[in-house]
């Protein structure tokens, strides 16, 4: 495979990489080196998911310690996720700009640091000052980590490690709450964000070492600005409404002017990606039949996976009654669906991404069917049945889906691609959280609000708020069925996909 964009095949073995990558193309000939640095990213998207989660077990404790309302303790949570949502595409240029190892280090340091920052600060608004830092860093990982297993590693190499990338990444939502609810019992808060540190330098020095200096030449070095500004600020006014809605509700001046700058900011954003030769966001990407499809699909299966994590721990304590510990356990089925990345990654690269990708969405779309059937009639092994399907449909998709993405475009574009998954994973969660939310509120009465306590003391006899879910989970069908059209519509062009 020629490097892509690159008129000297000899130039790949200058400099003081020389001799560790194969001449044909951006590929680490190096075993070791190949699994070393497949170790780096699994920990950075580890250690970057964690912390989105880790803290908010800790927020009570720090709300106390600062004499902080809830309200306020909530944007040391809104910060991180704001600033690591928000400038994603941006660094997802530079990377195909200057490199996907500048980027990917700088971020890891930023993080470390900040996070240094985080434990050390005593006022609230450093402590969310920080937390966005320690945001961008995390987008800094998280828009070019995907990148160093497209392109540096061998073909029948790539789904296997792209399954240990986003297990890595599961893992880190999974573990982090029980780990930062750890720490804080034992140690004090300060040290969720004191551990960061010294794992974040040995990774920082290790991925200096084994991290690939050679990238495929981009074809315009020039940076659009202007365009990753509105972008950003698109994002960030949009994330910002759409995570805060419950709390001022849509009818709310703050909701409705974010929103409004959201639109704003996009149409801008559109227009200059048009109008520029040098775009942030090159919108031709989405021309390309199986990158869009890929990548449409992509958002959906995260939006169904933001929509069944908060909604069935309400759906299991509220209409069927159970513990807490129990609710946890069974909630688990679907992380453990995760750990199959791996195998599904190794399967598509035998089998084809397309394919394996397809098996999991009808899975999920099963899982749905039944879901859909839950009603007070149905046996408790029919629930775990379903969150069984779902688990495994996730884990079964999720590599295979990204690889459909990112070997869909060109070698120079990779960072881009990466970024835009990135971009879709938070996106899908978010937008999964508010579409079932606002539906299951839309078809209960109007005295009851979304809330474990209010919905527990609410009076009315849970098949009230059976219907709810019953129509939030007819919503997640629906998408369901959209994802298992928008994978039947693929073309089988990429090489694994030829099986």
Known sequence: ???????????????TDEG????DNYVIA????????????????????????IVNVSLPTIAREMNLSPSAASLIV??????????????????????????????????????????????????????????IGGAMIFSVMLTFVALYLPPEKRGRAMGLATMSAALGIAVGPTVGGFITHYMGWRH????????????TIIGFHVLPKLHPPARDKRFDGLGAFYQTMFLLCFVFSVNQFHEFGWHSPVIASTLGASLLFAVLFIHRELSVAYPILDLRLFRNRNTFLATFNFCLSMMVMGGILFLMPFYL?????????????????????????????????????????????VLGLVAFVMFVFMDFGEPLWWVIMAMTLFGVSQGLNRAPNIQLIMSSVPAELKSTAAS?????????????????????????????????V????????????????????????????????SIVSIRNSSRADSH
């Open 192 to 203: 969720i964000f004191f551990i960061n540190v010294p794992l974040g330098l040995i990774a």
């Open 20 to 23: 560790h990558y194969r001449m």
């Open 78 to 135: 809104l910060a991180y996720l704001l600033f690591e949502t928000g400038p994603l595409m941006a660094f997802g240029k530079l990377g195909d700009l200057f490199g996907s190892r500048r980027v990917f280090l700088s971020g890891f340091m930023l993080f470390t640091l900040s996070s240094l920052g985080c434990g050390l600060t005593s006022s609230l608004w450093m402590l969310v000052l920080f937390r966005a830092i320690q945001g």
């Open 30 to 53: 190096e075993q070791r080196r190949q699994k070393v640095m497949l170790l780096v990213v699994c920990f950075g998207a580890f250690m970057g998911n964690m912390d989105g989660t």
């Open 420 to 452: 835009i998954t990135s971009l879709m994973r938070s996106l899908g969660l978010t937008l999964g959280v508010v579409v079932f939310e606002t539906t299951f509120s839309m078809f209960i009465p109007e005295k009851i609000s979304l809330d474990a």
């Open 317 to 361: 304590q509220d209409i069927r009654a159970l513990e807490v510990n129990v609710i946890g356990l069974i909630m688990s089925i679907i992380a453990l669906g995760q750990f199959m990345g791996p195998f599904a990654g190794q399967l598509g690269d035998r089998l084809g991404y397309r394919k394996v990708t397809l098996w999991g969405v």
């Open 454 to 485: 209010s919905l527990h003391h609410s009076g009315v006899h849970p098949s009230v708020l059976n219907h709810g879910f019953e129509m939030a989970l007819i919503v997640g069908l629906a998408i369901s069925i959209a994802m298992t059209v």
């Open 1 to 15: 495979m020629a490097a892509i964009g690159s008129e000297d095949p000899g130039s790949l073995t200058r400099g």
